[in-house]
């Protein structure tokens, strides 16, 4: 078994067990616990004879293929790899000793299918999000899209705040957000203005059912609402931004945060406007707010 892949290949982990001991130690070894769980979600994840020869064989036990101390010896010495077990005759003899597999898995494949596995469950929760929201996405229909298991989406992911972060940064790799530097650059208040919401109503309009049903939820989705926190500082400093020029009046930073915020575009979109069309309406009630009505 454990010469018929090349050993450069694969992480082998083999140890000497006395017989009566051996189902006690795969019972309570809690400090493998961990990697037995992980080999074993690749073994099944893996699916495919050309990976791994056997499920079952390489999960914490005694493989068929490996009775006694001579034959484990034989086949590592075979695969050039004897020296990790050294000393295996000399602690126990044949019959009292059982050989524990903890793990014969590629490493670099295992690494490379961790961040397949990873990816498949981002997608499929980023899917469920723009169909039905974070508050109605359950874990078992993530599992089920992703292929996998649920204690895999938990391993992945056991904290919510993390796999929602990660869905927020795969969704805005995908639709990058305006980048509005620039166009706070331009020295015209009324211009810089009309060029940020433009460019701001054309991302709403572009992921309007992601975007309404994350603002929707974070109402009601505490680890939600703590991955957006960042949109109101942003906010706050657009507002900063386009302040300048129009006046800094507290009536003025209220119409700057109310032309920004996604539900007013979506109020003016309900109207029929376009997007530039709602950004003149907008950019005539900032002004009438400042004093300057025209």
């Known amino acids: 078994?454990?010469?018929?892949?090349?050993?450069?290949?694969?992480?082998?982990?083999?140890?000497?067990?006395?017989?009566?001991?051996?189902?006690?130690?795969?019972?309570?070894?809690?400090g493998r616990l961990q990697e037995r769980r992980d080999v074993l979600e690749v073994a099944l994840e893996a699916a495919r004879p050309d990976e791994l020869d056997d499920p079952q064989l390489v999960v914490a036990g005694v493989p068929e293929g490996v009775r006694d101390p001579a034959r484990l010896g034989h086949e590592l010495a075979r695969a050039g790899e004897a020296h990790r077990v050294p000393d295996l005759?000399?602690?126990?003899?044949?019959?009292?000793?059982?050989?524990?597999?903890?793990?014969?898995?590629?490493?670099?494949?295992?690494?490379?299918?961790?961040?397949?596995?990873?990816?498949?469950?981002?997608?499929?929760?980023?899917?469920?999000?723009?169909?039905v929201g974070p508050a109605r996405t359950?874990?078992?229909e993530v599992a089920r899209r992703a292929g996998v298991q649920r204690l895999t989406v938990y391993?992945?992911?056991?904290?919510?705040?993390?796999?929602?972060?990660?869905?927020?940064?795969?969704?805005?790799?995908?639709?990058?957000?305006?980048?509005?530097?620039?166009?706070?650059?331009?020295?015209?208040?009324?211009?810089?203005?009309?060029?940020?919401?433009?460019?701001l109503y054309g991302f709403y309009r572009q992921t309007e059912p992601m975007s309404a049903n994350v603002r929707r939820d974070a109402q009601v989705v505490p680890a939600l609402a703590e991955v957006m926190a960042?949109?109101?500082?942003?906010?706050?400093?657009?507002?900063?931004?386009?302040a300048r020029g129009l006046g800094r009046s507290a009536r003025v930073r209220a119409a700057l945060a109310v032309a920004l915020d996604f539900g007013?575009?979506?109020?003016?979109?309900?109207?029929?406007?376009?997007?530039?069309?709602?950004?003149?309406?907008?950019?005539?009630?900032?002004?009438?707010?400042?004093g300057a009505l025209s």
């Open 230 to 242: 960042g949109e109101a500082a942003m906010r706050e400093q657009l507002v900063d931004g386009l």
């Open 89 to 131: 005759d000399a602690e126990a003899p044949g019959d009292d000793v059982g050989v524990l597999v903890l793990a014969r898995v590629g490493v670099q494949r295992r690494a490379e299918k961790a961040a397949e596995t990873r990816r498949r469950i981002v997608e499929a929760t980023v899917a469920l999000h723009e169909e």
């Open 155 to 199: 391993n992945h992911f056991p904290d919510e705040r993390d796999l929602l972060a990660a869905c927020q940064a795969h969704f805005l790799a995908g639709h990058p957000p305006p980048d509005v530097e620039e166009l706070l650059a331009a020295e015209d208040p009324v211009d810089r203005l009309r060029a940020v919401l433009g460019a």
């Open 264 to 290: 007013t575009w979506q109020i003016l979109a309900c109207q029929g406007l376009g997007d530039a069309a709602a950004a003149d309406v907008m950019v005539a009630a900032v002004r009438a707010a400042g």
């Open 1 to 30: 078994m454990l010469a018929h892949e090349p050993l450069d290949r694969r992480e082998v982990h083999v140890e000497a067990v006395p017989r009566h001991d051996r189902a006690h130690r795969a019972a309570v070894d809690l």
């Open 138 to 140: 359950t874990v078992a």
